[in-house]
């Protein structure tokens, strides 16, 4: 007999509800912190605001390795840890200046500034041959002394050949692809600077401004197989160079040979990269420390000028050395976008060849620190100790700022956060007046 009423067993178990899921709070806030940045690179003026960020920090590292690396010396011949660095903080403020003078002064300004560049740079480049004013460092006849103050003036000539060269290129677009009208247009710019500079025996200053030629050539359209025949007449000349030179000659056979020989390190023709690449070695992953180098014991000569990347390798190890390389990688895609957003071709070849001054150098002194190249002698820039260098090349910053802040949708964009501090400024309160208190026998 069946039973009425009853309840079917259910055939399937029912399903336990879902926990509410939620994200958590610090997640949201991660992607908003990247989305705020994709929106910042977007913005009219990233290029800007990255070109000048970039620099400050390595200008701001820089002045730490130079206090570090120079503080034996500096006691040793001076009596105070702190002699170099004094000298480049007041030079970093002096430098910081002139960059942001430079970054006001209007993009189109800097073609009509070009020509007077060009003949100043080559008037205080002839002093170094003049006997009292010039000096020899090295072997090189590059500085200039009056007095207590002393400058290179190839550092100047770069901004003039870069200012010139693209002027030159810009004006004469009809010329680009004939060969003899482009090398005689070329001739004032290139002669009155990288000529001057050779006759003053500084290859290494040479090699980067012919570096800056062959990239500004590139940017403006020359045709490829003018390239090879370039970068032959160049390889020519650095050759002569050598060969010209005593003191180059054994650097570039010391180099070849790989010699570490006691012998050669007692003449001085190895010590320094051997030295160099110690400082590196010892340093390994993680380095030594802020301030624990041993290289800079008077073991390794420039430590704060041309082998700065060693000190830095020793007491930072791999982190910070691939802190400097990352910072001058952003430098270059700062540039990269600048020169792509330029309106006016003047503009793109002076882009290209302040980057290629900056950027190649860089590369050229990491390289000779890495023992990839032969000892040439150019500082690392924005970094090694070194006042007129650190000056000029903030300037050339400037200028680059100057041409970011022409960028398309720029000025509008500088205008409107100019008038939004203006009118915050308007809602303060402004400060009334003190009444005076009459005097007896005022009416």
Request: glycine share 10%.
């Amino acid at each position: 007999m069946a039973l009425t009423g009853s309840r079917e067993r259910p055939t399937t178990r029912p399903r336990a509800s879902a926990p509410d899921w939620r994200r958590p709070a610090w997640l949201d806030a991660t992607g908003e912190w990247f989305r705020d940045r994709v929106r910042l690179l977007e913005s009219p003026l990233a290029t800007h605001h990255v070109l000048l960020g970039t620099t400050a920090m390595l200008v701001v590292i820089g002045l730490v390795m130079v206090l570090s690396s120079s503080s034996v010396e500096a006691l040793t011949e001076y009596g105070t840890p702190y002699y170099f660095f004094r000298k480049q903080a007041i030079f970093a403020v002096l430098g910081a200046v002139v960059l942001l003078v430079a970054s006001r002064v209007p993009a189109r300004a800097w073609q009509r500034l070009a020509l007077p560049a060009l003949f100043a740079t080559a008037f205080l480049q002839l002093l170094v041959f003049v006997p009292g004013i010039g000096k020899e460092v090295g072997g090189n006849r590059n500085w200039i002394q009056v007095g207590g103050f002393q400058a290179q003036p190839s550092e100047a000539a770069k901004i003039a050949l870069v200012l010139a060269l693209a002027l030159a290129l810009s004006r004469r677009q009809e010329v680009l692809h004939e060969p003899a009208k482009l090398a005689a247009a070329m001739v004032p710019s290139v002669g009155l600077t990288i000529g001057l500079v050779l006759l003053s025996r500084d290859l290494g200053t040479a090699l980067i401004m012919m570096a800056v030629v062959v990239v500004m050539l590139w940017v403006a359209g020359i045709p490829a197989r003018w390239f090879a025949l370039a970068g032959g007449i160049g390889g020519l000349v650095a050759a002569l160079a050598v060969l010209s030179s005593t003191n180059r000659r054994h650097r570039v056979q010391d180099w070849l040979s790989g010699s570490t020989d006691s012998a050669q390190a007692i003449q001085g023709l190895s010590w320094q990269p051997v030295q160099g690449k110690y400082a590196l070695a010892s340093g390994g992953w993680w380095g030594l420390g802020l301030g624990a180098s041993r290289e800079k014991w008077s073991w390794l000569p420039e430590a704060h000028n041309d082998f700065i990347f060693a000190i830095i390798g020793e007491e930072l190890g791999l982190p910070g050395t691939l802190t400097i390389l990352v910072l001058f990688g952003v430098l270059a895609l700062a540039t990269l976008r600048l020169v792509r957003r330029s309106q006016t071709l003047y503009a793109k070849l002076a882009v290209a060849g302040f980057a290629a001054w900056i950027l190649g150098q860089a590369g050229l002194n990491i390289a000779v620190v890495l023992s990839l190249l032969p000892v040439i002698g150019v500082p690392l820039p924005l970094i090694s100790y070194g006042g007129s260098a650190l000056v000029l090349t903030l300037l050339g910053v400037g200028v680059l700022l100057s041409f970011a802040r022409a960028e398309p949708g720029a000025p509008e964009a500088i205008r409107a956060r100019e008038s939004v501090v203006a009118r915050s400024l308007a809602v303060l309160p402004q400060r009334t007046p003190k009444r005076t208190r009459p005097t007896r026998g005022s009416k």
